[in-house]
């Protein structure tokens, strides 16, 4: 079973930008990459620290030991995140003027 959970309005998020939503009991963010909008759970892959967009370097960054991330892909790049490690994507759709994430209730939710 799926659910639709909303991250933003569409055209809500400028290019460049990130916003935070609700994802079922974690958080996701969501990043607009020159127009096309992807997200991941924002749970970094050391200890689950929230991350949040660093523009002036363009990647993610942990808020509690500083990992960062990038905000294409979601890999890990430096800081204390194991390598080959990256951040969760979530798949999104749009319906109705909203972007919605698609969570999976299967997914241990
Ligand atoms: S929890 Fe993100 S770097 Fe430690």
Redesign the pocket.
Known sequence: MQLHLPVARVGEIAPGSAKSFRFGVKNGIAFNDNGTIIAFENF??????Q?DLHAASNQFV??????CFDVKSGERLS???PENTRLKPISLIEKDGMILAILEINDGY
Do not use: D, F
């Open positions: 970094c892959t050391h200890s689950g620290g991350v942990c808020r509690l030991h500083g990992a800081g204390q995140a």
